[in-house]
């Protein structure tokens, strides 16, 4: 009979302690929170800070209508893999989405296609948007943390200059991962 | 048996982190206040304020929420926030922008994380990158 009993009691823990997956909302609370990678929303804080405090900038509130923006390199710097367009895209898709610059595509289909017709007026950029991601880690007893920096800069190709830098840091602490902040 | 239970509830507690979390985060959903509370500037200068968490109400308090043209033409809002309690508290906040019929034209629906010390001031600045953007909503969410 306790046997009986145990067994059941182990079989409700196994099925009763897991936690289905499900949908989430990227933009939600109830995210994972990660000690040992960039997260989604770290991308997401650190390029809508960033992206505010661009269009902030006195030179490219000065700049025309909607100059042209070519993206530069973004070095990550960081333990992690992950593609740097997580955080760009978070500021070029808003600016070009309201019409605020005209992105130049730098991928080589684009600039085959404008050699391949020369006559044509090819827009040539006006501001070049480059960066850096880094990562410092530390950590007192069981207790983790991460810090994650986000670099960038925006270069005025006419005259070479940064006309805007910023950094957005993210710190993560704890033990472990946990979920929701 | 009898002998065991404590030890099957010693495993329940020790070895079923998610079985906590799942239900500091029933807790935290059932909690009437956990609400998201909003702050929203209005075309005569003053702004509405919508508080739907009473944690918050009375120890969080703004200071101000000043509306302004950036040179090109778009809107631009600074909110200030002060917290009024004696404890650290974590604000998140995010924001959307309005037009002047009421459509919402933009939104970074991203939380971005704010600590606040006891008595400490926040600045939540916010520009508009559509020229049809006039109003903005600030979304505030204590931790």
Do not use: H
């Amino acid at each position: 009979m306790n046997k009986l009993l145990t067994l059941a009691a182990t079989a409700f823990l196994l099925v009763g302690c897991g936690t289905p997956a499900s949908y989430k909302d990227s933009n939600g609370r109830d995210v994972v929170v990660s000690l040992e990678k960039i997260d989604i929303q770290d991308f997401a804080t650190a390029g809508s800070t960033m992206l505010q405090s661009m269009v902030n900038a006195p030179a490219f509130q000065k700049a025309g209508a909607a100059p042209v923006l070519q993206v530069g390199n973004v070095l990550n710097d960081t333990g992690s893999n992950f593609d740097t367009s997580l955080l760009l895209m978070k500021i070029t898709a808003p600016l070009v989405n309201a019409g605020r610059v005209r992105l130049l595509e730098s991928d080589p289909a684009a600039v085959a296609a404008r050699k391949a017709t020369p006559g044509a007026a090819v827009p040539v950029a006006e501001f070049v948007l480059k960066g850096k991601i880094l990562e410092v880690r530390s950590n007192a007893g069981s207790t983790r943390q991460a810090s994650y920096e986000f670099q960038l800069t925006l270069i005025d190709v006419r005259s070479s200059l940064a006309v805007w830098q910023d950094t957005k840091i993210v710190t993560k602490q704890g033990s472990k991962n946990s979920v929701g902040f | 048996m009898k002998k065991l239970l404590p030890l099957l509830a010693l495993g329940l507690f020790a070895g079923c982190t998610s079985l906590v979390s799942t239900a500091d985060r029933l807790e935290r959903g059932l909690t009437p206040p956990d609400a998201v509370n909003y702050v929203t500037t209005k075309a005569d200068g003053t702004f509405e304020t919508q508080i739907n968490d009473q944690r918050i109400a009375g120890k969080l308090a703004l200071l101000g929420a000043r509306k302004s043209k950036t040179p090109a033409g778009f809107a631009q809002v600074q909110f200030e926030l002060r917290n009024d309690s004696l404890l650290g508290r974590t604000i998140n906040v995010s924001f959307e922008w309005l037009s002047a019929d009421g459509r919402v034209t933009e939104t970074q629906p991203n939380w971005v994380v704010t600590p606040l010390e006891p008595g400490a001031i926040a600045l939540v600045n916010a520009t508009a990158l559509k020229a049809e953007s006039a109003e903005c909503r600030l979304r505030l969410l204590s931790r």
